[in-house]
């Protein structure tokens, strides 16, 4: 069964790694947190009521995060690299339903 501490145990190396989002928790779920470098203060990116928006959220981040790495947003991704960040991404999603 997945459960949100499934999911950020899952991602935890991620979120660590990537300092512009933030998973808090809230009385009735967890937001992710986004920083706004131009307003030089977080905002609120998502509220997730489950743990599978929580996780296609992050899997949504990481594979942006991915493509900057790659990428530095000097050219379009290849398609063997959008091929290995999906093949990634699948391997996270597996991991967070137990697979």
């Given at each position: 069964?997945?459960t ?16 512009l989002?933030?998973?808090i ?12 470098p131009k ?8 509220y ?5 928006i929580?996780?296609d959220?992050l ?5 942006n995060f991915?493509?900057?790495?790659i990428?530095d947003?000097e ?11 999906k093949r ?11 697979q």
């Amino acid at each position: 069964m997945l459960t949100f501490e499934k999911v950020l145990e899952v991602f935890g190396d991620y979120l660590q790694q990537d300092p512009l989002y933030e998973v808090i928790t809230t009385s009735h779920g967890y937001t992710l947190m986004a920083w706004e470098p131009k307003r030089n203060d977080w905002y609120k990116a998502r509220y997730m009521e489950t743990p599978e928006i929580l996780m296609d959220s992050l899997l949504d981040t990481y594979a942006n995060f991915m493509e900057d790495q790659i990428t530095d947003n000097e050219r379009d991704l290849t398609e063997q690299e959008t091929a290995e960040i999906k093949r990634q991404c699948d391997l996270l999603r597996a991991k967070c339903m137990g697979q």
